[in-house]
């Protein structure tokens, strides 16, 4: 049992990706990927004017609406997303954040030639947000190799020693040495410091790698899925982190997880599907071809990224005839996938609620800007479901969790040692 | 010729060697598709190369049996992995053929210790990148694209990508589980040193080219996608005593495409340094 500050029940984010929302069907004809070699004679400069802007505010009504935070990314060189450089936008929305937190999931720790980089950066943006931030590492995929011609065997031994050099950084009063097999720094005193402490929550994404679970779950850290599989997919990997939070001897907690899911809420069923299709389609066909698509995919994967042992049991366990998120050809296949939940608020609500209740996720991470959507629906879809989903889900998790997973809060702890002993 | 598995260790890793054959011994280090990487046999080049020699072709660390891929993360960490090979095997003077990744490591071997390799016959080695003469993207096209095409890597390794021997070595789709691990591994150890910088390249190699006093073939398929030739000249223009070899109808596998050339080139000439 451990002592916080935060409510006992999920938490929800709205995450934005930032894509380029300006593709047609030529890119479809003509390009094999939307990732590391789409021209971007493509990149029209007058379209890109206010596009930033757009994007953040619909984060900024988010917050406005309630949510629990936000949430950006880091990706290069590809039409999916265009944030090379999340804490330029973490920065941006630091002056105009209420109450939620600002999740960076995360920045790509081996692309920086000192880590100490990212320790500074981050601990500028909790400093400038008031102690705002989930500070997320990512070791990065075939797409980040390929984009900074780093290699992928050697980016994943340089990402843990990498997040050890950031940890001690913040943690250790400085200045102090630090001596690993790839960074070496005689001088580790970064100013400033994070204004949470120890330091703020870290978050590190994973896609079922054995490995990857208990370097988190070993450091206490939350784990993000990030496969865009189904429930029973999902329930698969969360339930194994769960089991090996308790081998390394620390406590679980639905907190420790999160998840990326893409909605889009409606009056009704029909409402939602007729508003969000184009923009679904444009999103799974587009910003997916090159990645969670089979058509262009041969980036994801790229050697060396995982052990042997694990490559050979992805193996065992995958399909190459299987069909993708990006795949998927109709409505029907969308909806079975489970990753894009559509509908009315009763039908959202049940979905995100499984995903709760049996995949034990605490952190619904929610994409409300899909594709090309207008800023428009964005804002009305992420409006109705912080009135009518938001409430329920937080109200039935903290029913939930209380039961299961007790945690004193700094509230609770404050209030009982007030009270007299006889009560 | 029946080939043999041994272990040897060298500088403290474990070292699965693939043998066969009698006469002098010849170390062979393999490539990134290559024995070793794509099998756990030799080829018909191998095997015909054993009838005049002892065969001796270790897997890279990470690769079939063989330990202590932590400890590489370098071209220079091989080399020296390689050294103490040559201690291990008590070989003062080596004779080595090497092809692609295994030639480049037989160089950085020969610029570091030039006394311990005697004979070098070196099939479209990796190592140097001329102007405009990059090595081809083949982390990216080892995986297969729109669910199992591996037309670009069949392009990279062979002249013939159609044929049935580019077909039957990288078909489309995916190898058996055990074969595909094999392939990983490979490309794992290389990525290792040879993903930075993009690809198998040492920036400082050609000036260090004219330590080298091993008399050196060279041998390069004429259509080499992968590695291209303006490598094999520079190859041959910098290192000493060296020769340039190009097999007509070649690719860069030119080993395993034309077998026969290659050996008429190798064979004479790696038999010409008895005294090794």
């Given at each position: ?5 935060e ?7 709205s ?12 890119f479809?004809?003509?390009?094999e990927?939307?990732w ?9 400069p007058d ?11 619909e984060l900024?009504?988010?917050?406005e ?6 949430v ?6 590809n039409?999916y ?13 630091t ?8 999740v960076?999931l995360?920045?790509?720790v ?6 100490l ?22 070791p990065?995929g ?11 065997p ?5 990402f ?13 009063p400085?200045p102090t040495?630090f ?10 005193n ?31 850290f939350?784990?993000?899925?990030s ?6 997919g ?61 058509a ?35 409505w029907?296949d ?7 939940i ?10 995100l609620w499984?995903f ?15 594709g090309?959507?207008s ?14 989903v938001?409430?329920?889900l ?10 299961k ?19 | ?24 011994p010849?170390l ?48 220079e ?13 008590d ?17 950085e ?6 006394e ?13 990148q ?9 982390f ?29 070595i ?10 595909e ?11 290792r040193v ?9 920036r400082k190699?050609?000036?260090r080219?004219?330590?080298?006093t ?6 390069w398929?004429d259509t ?12 041959s ?9 190009i ?8 080993q ?7 050996l008429?080139?190798v ?10």
């Amino acid at each position: 049992m451990s002592t916080t500050s935060e409510p006992n029940r999920a938490q929800l984010f709205s995450w934005h990706f930032m894509p380029w929302p300006y593709l047609d069907e030529t890119f479809e004809k003509k390009y094999e990927s939307g990732w590391i070699t789409i021209p971007n004679s493509e990149f029209d400069p007058d379209k890109a004017r206010g596009l930033y802007q757009e994007y953040l505010d619909e984060l900024v009504h988010a917050d406005e609406m309630g949510y629990d935070g936000v949430v950006l990314n880091e990706h290069h060189q590809n039409i999916y997303g265009l944030m090379p450089a999340p804490n330029l936008l973490a920065a941006a929305l630091t002056p105009r954040m209420k109450n939620g937190k600002i999740v960076v999931l995360g920045n790509l720790v081996p692309l920086h030639f000192r880590p100490l980089r990212v320790a500074e950066e981050y601990a500028m943006l909790d400093c400038m947000s008031g102690g705002k931030m989930v500070c997320g590492f990512a070791p990065g995929g075939g797409h980040e190799a390929f984009s900074y011609s780093y290699s992928m065997p050697l980016a994943r031994e340089r990402f843990w020693e990498g997040i050890d050099l950031i940890v001690q950084a913040w943690t250790k009063p400085g200045p102090t040495e630090f001596y690993g097999k790839h960074y070496q720094m005689r001088y580790v005193n970064p100013w400033p410091q994070p204004l949470q402490r120890p330091h703020p929550p870290i978050w590190v994404p994973g896609s079922n790698s054995i490995e990857t679970m208990y370097e988190v779950a070993k450091r206490g850290f939350c784990y993000f899925v990030s496969t865009r599989s189904k429930l029973a997919g999902v329930k698969r990997s969360t339930l194994r982190f769960e089991e090996i939070v308790g081998e390394v001897g620390q406590t679980f907690h639905p907190n420790k997880m999160g998840l990326l899911l893409s909605v889009y809420v409606g009056e009704t069923d029909e409402i939602a599907r007729r508003e969000s299709e184009e923009a679904v389609f444009y999103f799974t066909r587009y910003c997916l071809k090159g990645h969670l698509r089979r058509a262009g995919r041969r980036l994801t994967m790229a050697p060396g990224g995982l052990t042997p042992k694990s490559y050979q049991s992805y193996l065992e366990n995958s399909d190459v005839t299987s069909k993708l998120l990006g795949d998927a050809e109709n409505w029907k296949d969308i909806d079975e996938m489970g990753s894009i939940i559509v509908g009315s608020p009763e039908t959202v609500r049940q979905k995100l609620w499984e995903f709760v209740n049996d995949a034990h996720i605490g952190n619904l991470l929610i994409q409300f800007h899909i594709g090309n959507l207008s800023k428009e629906k964005t804002l009305k879809s992420q409006k109705l479901f912080a009135e009518t989903v938001l409430p329920k889900l937080r109200a039935d998790s903290q029913t939930l969790f209380e039961k299961k997973y007790p945690v004193k809060t700094a509230a609770a702890a404050t209030a009982t040692s007030k009270k007299p002993k006889s009560v | 010729m029946k080939s043999k598995t041994r272990t040897v260790v060298a500088g403290g890793k474990s070292v699965e060697i693939l043998e066969a054959g009698k006469g002098p011994p010849v170390l062979y280090l393999h490539g990134v598709y290559d024995v070793h990487s794509l099998q756990g046999e030799m080829f018909a080049f191998h095997e015909a190369l054993a009838e005049s020699f002892t065969v001796i072709a270790p897997a890279h660390p990470g690769c079939g049996e063989s330990t202590g891929i932590g400890e590489i993360s370098n071209i220079e960490d091989l080399a020296f992995h390689y050294l103490d090979l040559l201690d291990a095997l008590d070989i003062r003077s080596a004779t080595i053929a090497g092809f692609c990744l295994g030639g480049w490591i037989a160089t950085e071997m020969a610029v570091r210790n030039p006394e311990r390799i005697g004979r070098m016959a070196l099939i479209a080695p990796a190592g140097l990148q001329e102007p405009g003469a990059s090595v081809g993207d083949f982390f990216m096209y080892s995986q297969n694209r729109d669910g199992g095409i591996m037309r670009e890597l069949r392009e990279l390794l062979f002249a013939d990508a159609d044929g049935p021997i580019a077909n039957g070595i990288v078909p489309d789709g995916r190898v058996s589980v055990s074969n595909e691990v094999r392939r990983y591994k490979s490309l794992t150890i290389t990525g290792r040193v040879g993903w930075e910088p993009p690809y198998l390249h040492d920036r400082k190699l050609r000036g260090r080219l004219r330590r080298i006093t091993a008399p050196t073939m060279l041998v390069w398929g004429d259509t080499d996608r992968m590695i291209p030739i303006a490598n094999g000249r520079a190859y041959s223009e910098n290192i000493p005593q060296a020769s340039l070899r190009i097999v007509k109808g070649g690719g860069h596998s030119v080993q395993i495409e034309k077998p026969d050339e290659v050996l008429a080139h190798v064979v004479p000439f790696l038999k010409s340094g008895k005294d090794s």
